[in-house]
């Protein structure tokens, strides 16, 4: 897809389509505020308008699309990426498109993840994309390329989340990611089952264990500038859940090649880092597994060792996520970065807690808590904090080693956060636990059903705000 910025009014632009934004009530403009009351369009948000050029009419482009904004006015980004988004699908029919809105960032990301198709496995794909995107009253060129790699960066995440597990396994995904480092010049480093052995993964090693398909560790650093500071991001990689022999149900198991969504999250942030040149330093670890079931399966029982040196006891081997992350979150903290940042579809009970818009943070630090949820709230990704309960760390107490993996089905959300906690080498650390918004079984105004790409631009925009 071209983009471009025309001065042009909207009247002059000879486009195949025009798309303006209508506020709920005002005229559109163009002479067309005439026609709008006898097709009961009133610009409320979710309604659009097909009007093709007639004779007379007072503009060049050959249709004109309207777009409802309800009460925003133009300059409110989230909605104008909303109304854009929601439209996309359907600027595919048009090969050259121009779009009357301000926001030249929100626009692109708008027509971009809304537009956005999964179509690899279809015999027939479904849509094609448009050519040409002029966007007219825009004067940010900066933006333009922002935008077009915060919407590089979801692209690449969903596409990995929504490939079937059986074409991901782990080395699958440490080989995507190898390709993906390669191209942005960024340094990558893949720990092989031998490599993790040797350097006392066990985490890792026990929920890879029953997989015909090794575990391995991929490590992609973007480095900065050397003194604006590191960022060290560890995404949960597990390529496929079955539960492990604590084996999930049909319904539970049927999304489980979702569960790399955090790995996925965090290989489209330093990517994104790279390909801005931020300043900051960033360091993106994701521990890849595949949690099955076989005669080489761990067993409720077996107690693994972390990098760290830590033990837990397996009392749940569905509750994998946690065990692959500690061994990152430890790995991570060796190289003592100045914040660390972990994502994971990691919880049922943050799904009960905030449902499928909201995005769970609990974290050591009230000001890196505070700064990524201000971040969400400028990448319109809303996001709410989880308490660090330190009195329920007891429920996490093992007779056989340091720890458990499972405290039980109550604030399971806060449970994992303090299993993972004597990882982190005291450092700065938020967990981000987007069990539901990573993955929707539903379209949204900025995509269809399946990976979203949660995350990612809530954590460019933080880098950003760092840098
Ligand atoms: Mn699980
Ligand atoms: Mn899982």
């Not at 071209?2 to 403009?29: K, M, Q, T, Y």
């Not at 942005?184 to 893949?190: A, H, M």
């Not at 350097?199 to 500038?225: M, Q, T």
């Not at 790995?263 to 597994?289: F, S």
Request: one cysteine or more.
């Amino acid at each position: 897809m071209e983009v471009s910025l025309s001065p042009l009014p909207a009247a002059e632009i000879a486009a195949d389509l025009l798309v303006l934004p209508v506020r709920e009530g005002h005229d559109p403009g163009l002479g067309l505020g005439g026609v709008l009351g006898q097709v009961r369009f009133t610009g409320r948000a979710g309604q659009d308008l097909l009007l093709p050029r007639r004779d007379g009419d007072a503009f060049r482009a050959a249709a004109v699309l309207l777009v409802g904004l309800g009460d925003a006015d133009a300059d409110d980004e989230h909605a104008v990426r909303r109304a854009v988004g929601r439209v996309a699908p359907r600027l595919a029919e048009f090969p050259t498109v121009a779009i009357a809105f301000p926001h030249v960032q929100a626009v692109i990301e708008g027509v971009r993840l809304g537009g956005y198709r999964f179509d690899g496995y279809k015999s027939e794909p479904r849509g094609r994309a448009f050519r040409e995107l002029v966007i007219l009253a825009g004067a940010d060129p900066q933006g333009v390329a922002r935008a077009g790699i915060v919407a590089d960066a979801v692209t690449f995440a969903r596409d990995l989340v929504n490939t079937p597990a059986g074409d991901l396994v782990p080395m699958d995904l440490a080989e995507r990611a190898r390709a993906m480092a390669e191209a942005c010049g960024l340094g990558v480093r893949v720990l092989d089952a031998g490599a993790l052995r040797e350097g006392g993964f066990g985490g890792i090693l026990g929920v890879g264990a029953a997989s015909a398909n090794p575990p391995c560790l991929i490590e992609v650093s973007h480095p900065g500038d050397g003194v604006s500071g590191t960022v060290g991001l560890a995404g949960k990689g597990i390529t496929f859940d079955s539960g492990g022999l604590a084996i999930k149900g049909l319904g539970a198991m049927s999304t489980m090649k979702c569960d790399m969504a955090g790995g996925a999250t965090m290989l489209a942030v330093v990517q994104a880092a790279a390909r801005l040149e931020l300043p900051v330093g960033v360091t993106a670890v994701v521990p890849a597994a595949e949690n099955m079931v076989s005669g080489s399966a761990i067993r409720p029982g077996d107690v693994l060792t972390h990098r760290n040196g830590r033990t837990t006891e397996v009392t749940d081997t569905d509750s994998e996520g946690r065990l692959v992350l500690a061994d990152a979150l430890a790995y991570l903290a060796e190289g003592s970065p100045d914040v660390l940042i972990d994502a994971a579809t990691l919880t049922y009970s943050v799904m009960h807690a905030l449902g499928e818009d909201i995005t769970g943070v609990i974290g050591s630090d009230r000001g890196l808590v505070g700064e990524l949820i201000a971040a969400g709230a400028r990448a319109g990704e809303p996001m709410w904090e989880l308490p660090l309960w330190e009195p329920y760390a007891d429920r996490l107490e093992s007779e056989v080693a340091d720890a458990k993996n499972e405290g039980g089905s109550l604030a399971d959300a806060t449970i994992a956060a303090l299993f993972l906690r004597p990882f982190t080498a005291g450092l700065p650390w938020a967990h981000l636990d987007f069990a539901t918004t990573a993955y929707l079984d539903k379209a949204t105004d900025l995509g269809p059903a399946g990976a979203t790409g949660a995350m990612i631009r809530t954590l460019i925009g933080y880098l950003e705000s760092r840098s």
